[in-house]
């Protein structure tokens, strides 16, 4: 019993000395994570704000900074599209700019080794809404050379540009077209099968991501259901 | 006396990369080794986490190794290894955020690698200070280069480039997928086998040698 107390109160103080010593390291890595979290969000936000024909950003910088600051803390939303379980990560971001209204949200389905985390810009335009671009926030699950080329320019610009109508039918991959028309945007098929050669799981995530950004879009925030 | 313990030194940080090397010699830390090294960077990323908390832990591990009773060594071993792995968790969100991201779960699961805990509880908890880090180095390094070998071998051949650099369009897909990890890893733990088994037979060889010698002498 005298070794049990003795025992357990060196274990104690050994666990004391190592919470002392990571609730120091924490506090001085605080700031510098809030600040590589805050800059990688950023970044992304910036791409998918960007207009791909002019190469210039369709908000100014310090306007997305502040709506990023007042979002505040992520909050996760589980989501359902056509049976496919996913994530939503609220809040989401609402700009105005040159009579565009632009939303910015970030969703999640899941890939081939776990969630792939997507952030897409939806632009309304003279009363028509389209998927102007996405930024893979997240694919860091699926294997190298196959699924995680989905981190590449090129098959993220595939998802780009995406109109209303492909979006009503939910987009799909090519290989999941069925009697869609193949690389019809119109119809929401997104062309990745040449360019992902042996990795359909990932883009089909992508797209599953968009659908349900799309439909929380839809019912939550055009729908006027806040 | 000053030789003896230099060659005792060079020698307790070289078996980790050769002699004992835990990946192809003592097949330790299999699961992170097959998992993270898909590509030639995610190998060696994982190898310099791990010489940090290996060489770290050794040293506080011996250290302390007076002050810690034998029943419960194993928690406090696991406590001290914990405490630098969530260091190193916090550190590289901090400062190295697109490495962090890339290794993701594999950094947290360093408290679970077996080559760590092993060398806490083989050898820093019996041997001095300054062994202990030059053990801790050694065995990190080793680990390293084995990932960083492997690792550049399937991202050569299962993804045509190397550290990001396009080197073909030859792909073999395999390589890339758990198979390929199994297959490349059986491969080189062979081949290493191979070269001791090979200096092994060589040196009892020079040692019967250098008997017959004494012996006709």
Redesign the interface.
């Known amino acids: 019993m005298k070794?049990i107390l003795?025992?357990g109160i060196?274990?104690m103080l050994?666990?004391a000395v190592?919470g002392l010593?990571?609730g120091g390291?924490?506090v001085a890595?605080k700031d510098?994570?809030a600040?590589?979290?805050l800059?990688?969000k950023l970044k992304a936000m910036e791409e998918v704000l960007t207009d791909y024909e002019t190469g210039q950003l369709m908000v100014d910088k310090q306007t997305i900074e502040e709506k990023v600051r007042e979002g505040g803390q992520e909050q996760v939303k589980e989501m359902e599209y056509n049976g496919v379980k996913g994530k939503l990560f609220l809040p989401y971001y609402e700009f105005k700019s040159a009579g565009k209204e632009i939303y910015v949200l970030v969703g999640a389905a899941p890939g081939f080794g776990g969630d792939v985390k997507v952030m897409a810009s939806f632009i309304k335009e003279n009363g028509q809404l389209y998927l102007h671009m996405i930024r893979v926030l997240?694919a860091?699950?699926e294997?190298?050379?196959?699924g995680a080329k989905i981190m590449e320019e090129e098959p993220q610009k595939r998802f780009s540009n995406i109109p209303q109508t492909g979006l009503e039918e939910g987009v799909v991959v090519d290989k999941d077209a069925k009697d869609r028309p193949v690389k019809d945007k119109m119809h929401g098929v997104v062309k990745t099968s040449d360019i992902m050669t042996?990795a359909t799981i990932t883009p089909r995530a992508v797209a599953n991501a968009i659908n349900i950004m799309y439909s929380y879009l839809k019912g939550h925030v055009l729908g006027g259901e806040k | 006396m000053a030789d003896k313990n230099e060659s005792m030194a060079w020698y307790t940080f070289k078996k980790g990369i050769t002699s004992e090397n835990p990946t192809y010699v003592q097949a330790l830390g299999m699961c992170p080794t097959l998992a993270v090294t898909t590509a030639a960077i995610n190998g060696l990323g994982m190898g310099l986490a791990v010489i940090i908390v290996l060489t770290l832990s050794n040293i506080i591990v011996s250290l302390i190794r007076k002050a810690v009773p034998k029943d419960i060594r194993i928690p406090i071993f696991i406590t001290v290894i914990a405490t630098f792995v969530t260091m190193i968790d916090l550190l590289m969100h901090a400062y190295t955020y697109d490495l962090w991201k890339t290794l993701g779960i594999f950094i947290p699961l360093i408290v679970v690698n077996c080559i760590i805990l092993g060398r806490a509880e083989a050898f820093a908890s019996k041997n001095p200070v300054h062994y202990a880090l030059l053990d801790g180095l050694g065995m990190g390094v080793g680990f390293t280069l084995s990932l960083f070998l492997l690792g550049s071998i399937r991202e050569i051949l299962g993804n045509g480039t190397w550290m990001g650099i396009h080197l073909w369009n030859f792909k073999m897909f395999m390589f890339i997928l758990p198979p390929g990890a199994f297959i490349t890893l059986g491969f080189l733990a062979a081949f290493f086998n191979y070269i001791k088994i090979k200096r092994e037979e060589a040196e009892k060889k020079r040692q019967q040698q250098a008997k017959a010698q004494a012996q006709k002498a």
């Open positions: 070794d003795k025992n060196i274990l050994y666990a190592a010593v990571l390291i924490y890595t510098a994570i600040k590589a979290d800059s990688a997240d860091s699950q294997t190298p050379g196959l042996g």
